[in-house]
C-alpha cells in the first residue's frame, strides 16, 4: 500500500525558513513525479512545484519562484521542500502527491491540476506571522 507521509511543518515569522519533508512507501519503481499543493482557508488547492524522480526535472508556480526549492533522494524516497524567505501569503496547509502515471501535458502545465496525482500525504500546516 503506497502511502506519503509529510513533517516539517510549523510557525516562523515572515522572512524565515522551513524544509517540509515527504517520506513515499509501499511504492517500487523509481521513476514517477513528485509534487507539493498547498491550500490555503477558503481557498482551492494549488500546485507549488514538482519534480520527476528519475531526471531531477523540476518546475515552480509563479508565486514560489527564487524562494522555494524542491528536491529529492532516491535512496531514502523522500521528497523535500525547502522554503526561504517566507511571506504570510504562503500560510497554508501543504500536501506532497505522487504522480506514478502523468498525463501528456503534465509538465504543460498540467502538473498544478490534483486530478493527475494517485496518492496524498495528509498535509502539514505552515504559518507564517508577520
Known amino acids: 500500500r503506497v502511502q506519503l507521509v509529510e513533517s516539517g511543518g510549523g510557525s516562523v515569522q515572515a522572512g524565515g525558513a522551513l524544509r517540509l519533508s515527504c517520506v513515499v512507501s509501499g511504492y517500487t519503481f523509481s521513476n514517477y513525479c513528485m509534487s507539493w499543493f498547498r491550500q490555503a482557508p477558503g481557498k482551492e488547492r494549488v500546485g507549488v512545484a514538482t519534480?520527476?524522480?528519475?531526471?531531477?526535472?523540476?518546475y515552480y508556480a509563479d508565486s514560489v519562484k527564487g524562494r522555494f526549492t524542491i528536491s529529492h533522494d532516491n535512496a531514502k524516497n523522500t521528497v523535500y521542500l525547502q522554503m526561504n524567505s517566507l511571506k504570510p501569503e504562503d500560510t497554508a496547509v501543504y500536501y506532497c502527491?505522487?504522480?506514478?502515471?502523468?498525463?501528456?501535458?503534465?509538465?504543460?502545465?498540467?502538473?498544478?491540476?490534483?486530478?493527475?496525482?494517485?496518492?496524498w500525504g495528509q498535509g502539514t500546516q505552515v504559518t507564517v506571522s508577520t
Open positions: 519534480i520527476h524522480t528519475g531526471g531531477g526535472r523540476t
Open positions: 502527491a505522487a504522480a506514478f502515471q502523468p498525463s501528456p501535458n503534465y509538465y504543460a502545465g498540467g502538473w498544478q491540476t490534483p486530478l493527475e496525482y494517485n496518492y
